[in-house]
């Protein structure tokens, strides 16, 4: 069985320009979370999606924003992106995403020159 | 505020010796606990979980310890192998959130 799977696996970008990161999760599974991950520390939740609404968001600026589509697919948008942007982007699926273990893609590395 | 900390950042053990990496969490309304491991280059892998009603669970070489008390989680690795050098992190939910928090991360390394 196919796990949550994350496109592109790594992206370099410069500073002030947008990334659209995409996710796919375990068929079957309905919400999808979106987590940074900086180098030498835990993940930090950023959103989490149910049935294509957004049901919770980390302390992130406005400039992160993210959608689910009908077929529980997700896309994370960070726009005017800056240094402090570089870190590895996780996603993560589970049926409910309330009380569950989240089950993780490897991540998209995204760096920021 | 909520946060979710590690005693030590490094671990090394000896191969076939077990392993014990410990967690403290601050947020007493926490009631969902998980381990994961992480490797280079991969994402978080689930452990094992425990709920706030249990003071342990055993897993496959795997047993996590819950101790509301002092609010303290632990993760014992039997019989440590190569394979279970990683980043290993605790992360804790409270029920009806909807997001994990997770702690810095232990990286544990084997010694042949």
């Not at chain 2, 505020?1 to 410990?22: A, F, K, R, Y």
Request: hydrophobic share 30%; with cysteine; net charge neutral.
């Amino acid at each position: 069985d196919a796990g949550v799977t994350q496109s592109p696996t790594h992206l370099i970008k410069t500073r002030g320009q947008q990334v659209t990161l995409r996710c796919s999760p375990i068929s079957g599974h309905k919400s999808v979370s979106w987590y940074q991950q900086v180098l030498g520390q835990g993940p930090q939740f950023i959103f989490q999606y149910y049935e294509k609404e957004e049901r919770g968001r980390g302390n992130f600026p406005d400039r992160f924003s993210a959608r689910q589509f009908p077929n529980y697919s997700s896309e994370l948008n960070v726009n005017a992106l800056l240094l402090g942007d570089s870190a590895l982007y996780l996603c993560a699926s589970s049926y409910t995403g309330l009380d569950e273990k989240l089950f993780f893609g490897s991540g998209t590395q995204l760096s920021v020159l | 505020g909520e946060s979710v900390g590690l005693h030590l950042p490094t671990l090394s053990v000896q191969e076939g010796d077990n392993s014990i990496i410990n967690c403290a969490y601050s947020n007493s309304a926490s009631d969902y606990f998980i381990w994961y491991k992480q490797e280079s280059g991969k994402g978080p892998q689930f452990i094992i979980d425990i709920r706030s009603n249990m003071d342990k669970r055993q897993g496959q070489r795997v047993t996590v310890l819950l101790n509301k008390t002092v609010k303290h989680l632990s993760l014992q690795i039997a019989a440590t192998q190569p394979g279970d050098s990683a980043v290993y992190f605790c992360a804790e939910n409270t029920q009806g959130a909807q997001k994990l928090v997770f702690g810095q991360g232990t990286r544990l390394t084997i010694n042949p």
